[in-house]
């Protein structure tokens, strides 16, 4: 094997095996942040024949051979319309940036690798002072004589209680037998006697507590001790982050280059991200202008420690680290696109602190888990954003449910809206078409739901294992087919009104995919967010949106 950036082909596969079937495998995908389209590089059955033959390669080489990591290979063409391969591993290789005939690091790395080591460097003597405080002999010392304590005291009220028992028997005796003064005077004595346990008990408690105290004014320094240390060690660590995402920047094949902080809108992009093997091929290919062909990734060395990740297998791009990244990098290659799915989304309200989008069924709200579940209200909105701005969900709709849904413009503004949601202050009212005639004008549905992990997603109503659950409901019309009803859902649970619809009311919605009739019209399901109210997050006044149902 050629120890260049970039082999041939021929230096990785024998003619035979290069006049096989190419087949697609697997789909690297992202969405352009600029036109929202899906923009896809393959994992081909060649690709995996070349990544086959650099394992044999790494197995050989016994260097390679401990350490467990992601490698990868981009097969790609040059400007001659060679065939080229080029390679690369995840992160650090034995300590090592930059190995001979490897992908080099992505630019930035050593801007603030003094930076990082400094601070890794502090952050593990922090460690080492929180596990230091943590493993105090006083603590030991401290529950040793707390058991003796609570040990001692339990014995001094079982004494007591034998005592008061005694007494009771005395008591209800003179009762019994003696009168005036001669039994006030017994009384009395047996009150005195109760005195003195509540004062032996009294007094045992303050000799053991000026005992204790000693201990604990030593714990709770060192606890306070611990809290600032972990404060200082959280601040270290977003300002080691901050460094990251400034100094690492990466190129596309459009031409455009930026940071991480640019490319990812969130409060915490994972570490490590920009170190993997596909970031790392892909903007190597872009700044040599070679024309990505198919990737491939695939784990080498010992198995990960949770066993995800097993010796030669193939894997697909990271959720957390390259997938938020995949469309700015393939961003500019021509072809391999995929028309977005055309869903209108329009925003009926902005201003400073959130903004109320009116969400098409079919549409998510929030990004799922997986290339093909990224498309959603927040990433479309980051894309218009470029980025720059803080989006979130403060509830959620379901895919298949249109209407309001509310995004707050920063962290504080979203705390402040989910407290509100998480209190119940907020008021949702829905319309939906059930497919049936409903007796009842109005009621309530109380049912509780439960999650059943054998039948995901799937919700059911369980009242062993179910969260309590409580709709409001209004009939709007009937034609005699269908049920035009209103729903006030009291609580928010997971496909609560789907639930309740069809458990509560003996009907479900109309186009209902999940628990619907198998006949039913499914272009779309028949639940619309229409109404909401809740208190603005700076004047604190009630605000009210409203989006008339479109069905």
Not at 450 to 476: H, I
Request: net charge positive.
């Amino acid at each position: 094997m050629v120890n260049d950036f970039s082999d041939t082909v021929e230096n990785f596969l024998s003619h035979e095996l290069l006049s096989g079937d190419d087949k697609v495998t697997y789909w690297y995908e992202g969405y352009c942040p600029k036109t929202n389209q899906l923009l896809r590089l393959p994992r081909t059955t060649l690709a995996e024949k070349i990544a086959y033959e650099l394992m044999d390669y790494l197995r050989e080489d016994g260097g390679f051979d401990g350490e467990g990591k992601m490698y990868g290979i981009l097969l790609c063409e040059d400007n001659s319309g060679r065939l080229k391969v080029i390679k690369a591993f995840s992160g650090l290789w034995k300590g090592r940036d930059n190995i001979s005939g490897w992908v080099n690091q992505i630019p930035g790395r050593k801007k603030f690798a003094m930076a990082e080591k400094i601070t890794l460097a502090e952050l593990d003597r922090i460690k080492g002072e929180i596990i230091l405080l943590e493993s105090l002999a006083v603590r030991e010392e401290y529950q040793l004589l707390e058991g003796k304590y609570n040990q001692d005291y339990q014995k001094l009220r079982e004494i007591h209680r034998e005592r008061k028992r005694l007494r009771n028997n005395r008591r209800k005796y003179y009762q019994e037998s003696l009168e005036d003064i001669l039994l006030q005077e017994k009384l009395e004595n047996l009150a005195q006697e109760s005195r003195k346990d509540d004062w032996e008990r009294r007094t045992f408690k303050k000799k053991w507590n000026n005992k204790l105290a000693f201990f604990k004014k030593q714990i709770y320094d060192a606890d306070k001790q611990i809290q600032e240390l972990k404060k200082k060690r959280k601040n270290l660590s977003r300002q080691l982050q901050s460094q990251m995402q400034g100094a690492y920047c990466l190129t596309n094949f459009a031409g455009e280059t930026l940071s991480l902080s640019e490319l990812v809108n969130k409060s915490f992009i994972p570490t490590g991200t920009g170190d993997c093997c596909a970031p790392k091929l892909l903007h190597y290919a872009a700044v040599n202008s070679l024309k990505p062909i198919a990737m491939a990734e695939f784990w080498w060395g010992l198995s990960s420690p949770n066993g995800e990740k097993i010796l030669g297998n193939f894997y697909p791009a990271c959720v957390e680290r390259c997938q938020p990244i995949m469309g700015f990098l393939l961003s500019g290659l021509d072809g391999n696109t995929i028309k977005n799915n055309d869903y209108d989304m329009e925003i009926i309200y902005e201003d400073s602190y959130f903004l109320v989008v009116n969400k098409p069924s079919g549409l998510l709200s929030v990004p799922g888990r997986g290339s093909d579940k990224f498309d959603s209200v927040e990433s479309r909105l980051k894309v218009m954003g470029k980025g720059g701005i803080f989006f979130r969900a403060v509830h959620r709709l379901d895919q298949d449910t249109s209407g309001i849904l509310v995004i707050a413009k920063s962290l504080d503004c979203y705390k402040y809206l989910s407290q509100q949601f998480a209190t119940r202050r907020v008021k949702k009212v829905y319309e939906a078409l059930l497919a049936g005639v409903i007796v009842e004008s109005e009621g309530k549905i109380d049912l509780p739901l439960w999650a059943n992990p054998d039948s995901r997603p799937l919700q059911e109503v369980s009242y062993r294992f179910g969260k309590d659950a409580l709709t409001v409901f209004r009939v709007m019309g009937c034609d005699g087919v269908n049920t035009r009803v209103e729903f006030l859902p009291i609580t928010g649970r997971t496909h609560q009104l789907r639930v309740h619809s069809l458990m509560g009311l003996g009907f479900p919605i109309r186009g209902d995919r999940l628990y619907g009739f198998m006949g039913d019209n499914r272009d779309r399901l028949h639940l619309h967010a229409r109404e909401i109210s809740f208190h603005h997050p700076n004047t604190g006044e009630k605000v009210f949106f409203n989006i008339p149902c479109p069905f």
